[in-house]
T-cell receptor
Framework: EDKVVQSPLSLVVHEGDTVTLNCSYE??????LLWYKQEKKAPTFLFML????IEKKSGRLSSILDKKELFSILNITATQTGDSAVYLC??????????????FGKGTKLSVKP | NAGVTQTPKFRILKIGQSMTLQCTQD?????MYWYRQDPGMGLKLIYY???????DKGEVPNGYNVSRSTTEDFPLRLELAAPSQTSVYFC???????????FGDGTRLSIL
């Protein structure tokens, strides 16, 4: 069965800390891995990763994929209270009619204290 | 730019009632998706569509139906609401299979 596992499920840090969120996956036919941030409402897209070892950065956020070990990490440096959210990892499939469909992990709930 | 719009935002139904959750997008995306999200769980795919007139089942389709008569609209129908369908429902769209999906703000549905 295809699955995506995120860890930890929840995390509490203080402003200024650096955090690393983990995502491992077991899928039959991998296309890409995506990270989303979910605050109160809609998940918003952060990164899409298709190649191993190439870091993607956006401000204080960065992410990297290891296709050999089947995992990805999302790093957030100098955390701010506005980073408090649920971070979702999803894997896109690459076969048949389900191509492009996403399988989501349960998410990591990050709380940043002032 | 409205993006993906879902209505209603909240709804309470009685067991056995039916309703339609509306989803429309103005980005001219071919691909549209319906997910449900239960507390502490990730999103699970209910149905998806690769274009007008074409729909297919996702991981958890039982108890739901969809239609796609236009590129813009992708309504989700619950025929006989059951307590197990209490959830937050998200609609999403993407330009192509390889592109990131864009999500609506969700519909919070309670069935009592």
């Amino acid at each position: 069965e295809d699955k995506v596992v995120q860890s930890p499920l929840s995390l509490v840090v203080h402003e200024g800390d650096t955090v690393t969120l983990n995502c491992s996956y077991e899928v039959t036919n991998f296309r890409s891995l995506l990270w989303y941030k979910q605050e109160k409402k809609a998940p918003t897209f952060l990164f899409m990763l298709t190649s191993s070892g190439i870091e993607k950065k956006s401000g204080r956020l960065s992410s990297i994929l290891d296709k050999k070990e089947l995992f990805s990490i999302l790093n957030i440096t100098a955390t701010q209270t506005g980073d408090s959210a649920v971070y979702l990892c999803a894997v896109a499939m690459n076969y048949g009619g389900s191509q492009g469909n996403l399988i989501f992990g349960k998410g990591t709930k990050l709380s940043v204290k002032p | 730019n409205a993006g993906v719009t879902q209505t209603p935002k909240f709804r309470i139904l009685k067991i056995g009632q039916s309703m339609t959750l509306q989803c429309t997008q103005d980005m001219n995306h071919n691909y549209m998706y319906w997910y449900r999200q239960d507390p502490g769980m990730g999103l699970k795919l209910i149905y998806y569509s690769v274009g007008a007139g074409i729909t297919d089942k996702g991981e958890v389709p039982n108890g739901y139906n969809v239609s796609r008569s236009t590129t813009e609209d992708f309504p989700l129908r619950l025929e006989l609401a059951a307590p197990s369908q209490t959830s937050v429902y998200f609609c999403a769209s993407s330009y192509s299979r390889g592109e990131p999906q864009h999500f609506g703000d969700g519909t919070r549905l309670s069935i009592l």
